[in-house]
């Protein structure tokens, strides 16, 4: 079965810093996706980064990248110069085909 | 451009009444149809899925049921509601075959007293 783990269920970083959240998913699929939602207060969910399994590079957006580790099945995502407007509850997922299989969730909190 | 619209947004119901919330998609023809529930302090669980008219696909036994009865509109009912219906109901859709980045609705929170 396909599974996705966040193991963080709350972090804190303070603005300007960096902050790297945890993810680890299981899955005999060879080729797949994995993306990053953000969730902020108002609950509307919002990509913030996809990775291509077959693409060795990792995903960049602005200020968000992720380490991907496909051998190990892991997949975190970094947040540069982190800002207020970054907290929310951030998801992993994981797209085998036809459907995207959520983590738990991390919340992530920003302090000035 | 594409639009999600979910509705009701807000919902509260007595346990034992029926259930149902929409979700219908502009801008686009033969999406995939995904509804998702999300408990409180808890993650997104993937209850149905639909990849066209009359086909749905269910992920957990439980007390609802989806429909499909036309191209870009999903439907979540109950006969019946339990307490644990309690929730978050996400409704999004992704552009079919192949295609993989799910666009969400706004949701609608249901509180079953």
């Known amino acids: 079965a396909q599974t996705v783990t966040q193991s963080q269920p709350e972090m804190s970083v303070q603005e300007a810093e960096t902050v790297t959240l945890s993810c680890t998913y299981d899955t005999s699929e060879s080729d797949y996706y994995l993306f990053w939602y953000k969730q902020p207060p108002s609950r509307q969910m919002i990509l913030v980064i996809r990775q291509e399994a077959y693409k060795q590079q990792n995903a960049t957006e602005n200020r968000f990248s992720v380490n991907f580790q496909k051998a190990a099945k892991s997949f975190s995502l970094k947040i540069s110069d982190s800002q207020l407007g970054d907290a929310a509850m951030y998801f992993c997922?994981?797209?085998?085909?036809?459907?995207?299989?959520f983590g738990t969730g991390t919340r992530l909190q920003v302090f000035p | 451009s594409q639009t999600i619209h979910q509705w009701p947004a807000t919902l509260v119901q007595p346990v034992g009444s029926p259930l149902s919330l929409e979700c219908t998609v502009e801008g686009t023809s033969n999406p995939n149809l995904y509804w998702y529930r999300q408990a409180a302090g808890r993650g997104l669980q993937l209850l149905f899925y639909s990849v066209g008219i009359g086909q749905i696909s269910s992920e957990v036994p439980q007390n609802l049921s989806a429909s499909r009865p036309q191209d870009r509109q999903f439907i979540l009912s109950s006969k019946k509601l339990l307490l644990s219906d309690s929730g978050f109901y996400l409704c999004?859709?992704?552009?079919?075959?192949?295609?993989?980045?799910?666009?969400f609705g706004a949701g609608s929170r249901l509180t079953v007293l």
């Open positions: 997922a994981h797209y085998p085909p036809d459907k995207l299989i």
């Open positions: 999004a859709w992704s552009s079919g075959a192949g295609a993989n980045v799910l666009t």
